[in-house]
C-alpha cells in the first residue's frame, strides 16, 4: 500500500469534498437566529450538534496525543449543557473556530510521515491512529449531513458561499 496515497485519501475524506460538503461549507452562512433553532421532533439544534462535534473530535485528538486525558462522562459531557436562546455570535464563531482548528490538528497527524498510522497509540495499545481519525472523519461526515439537512428545511441550504 502506497503510505502517501492513504495520507492524502485520509486528509480528503477529514476535509470533505469528495463525497460531502466541506466542513467549513456546511456551517457557513449560518443566520444567527436559525443556530439554536430546534426543528418540531428534533432532538437538537445546529449549534448543538456542531458543539457536540467539537467536544467529540477534541476528545478523540487529545487521545491521540495526551496519555494523561481524561474523556468527558459519557453521554452527557459530549453535549452542551445549556442551550441559549440566542446564542452570542462570538460564541458561534468560537465553537466554529475550535472545530475547524482541531480538525486541522487531526490532519497534521495524518500528514505526518513520521508516525506510523497503523501502530497503536503508544498510550492506548488497543487504538491505533487509524481507528481514531477513521472515528472523527465518520463521526463528522454522520453529523455535517445533519447540518445540512437542518438548513435546507430551515431553507438555510445552500450557503452564500454554494454548497
Known amino acids: 500500500m502506497d503510505d502517501r496515497r492513504l495520507r492524502a485519501d485520509l486528509v480528503e475524506l477529514l476535509r470533505g469534498?469528495?463525497?460531502h460538503v466541506p466542513p467549513a461549507q456546511a456551517l457557513a452562512d449560518l443566520p444567527p437566529a436559525l443556530r439554536t433553532r430546534r426543528l418540531p421532533g428534533e432532538l437538537r439544534s445546529i449549534w448543538e450538534i456542531l458543539e457536540h462535534m467539537r467536544i467529540a473530535q477534541e476528545d478523540i485528538l487529545r487521545?491521540?496525543?495526551d496519555p494523561?486525558?481524561?474523556s468527558p462522562p459519557w453521554p452527557e459531557g459530549y453535549w452542551p449543557t445549556?442551550?441559549?436562546e440566542a446564542l452570542p455570535d462570538a460564541v458561534w464563531e468560537a465553537t466554529?473556530?475550535?472545530f475547524l482548528a482541531d480538525l486541522e490538528a487531526v490532519v497534521q497527524i495524518v500528514q505526518d510521515p513520521a508516525l506510523d498510522l497503523t501502530a497503536p497509540i503508544p498510550h492506548a495499545q488497543?487504538?491505533?491512529y487509524l481507528r481514531?481519525?477513521?472515528l472523527v472523519a465518520d463521526h463528522n461526515a454522520y453529523h455535517l449531513g445533519q447540518v445540512v439537512a437542518i438548513?435546507?428545511?430551515?431553507g438555510a441550504w445552500p450557503p452564500e458561499a454554494g454548497g
Open 17 to 19: 469534498g469528495s463525497a
Open 63 to 65: 487521545y491521540m496525543q
Open 68 to 70: 494523561a486525558w481524561v
Open 82 to 84: 445549556e442551550v441559549p
Open 96 to 98: 466554529v473556530r475550535q
Open 126 to 128: 488497543e487504538h491505533t
Open 132 to 134: 481514531e481519525v477513521l
Open 151 to 154: 438548513r435546507r428545511i430551515l
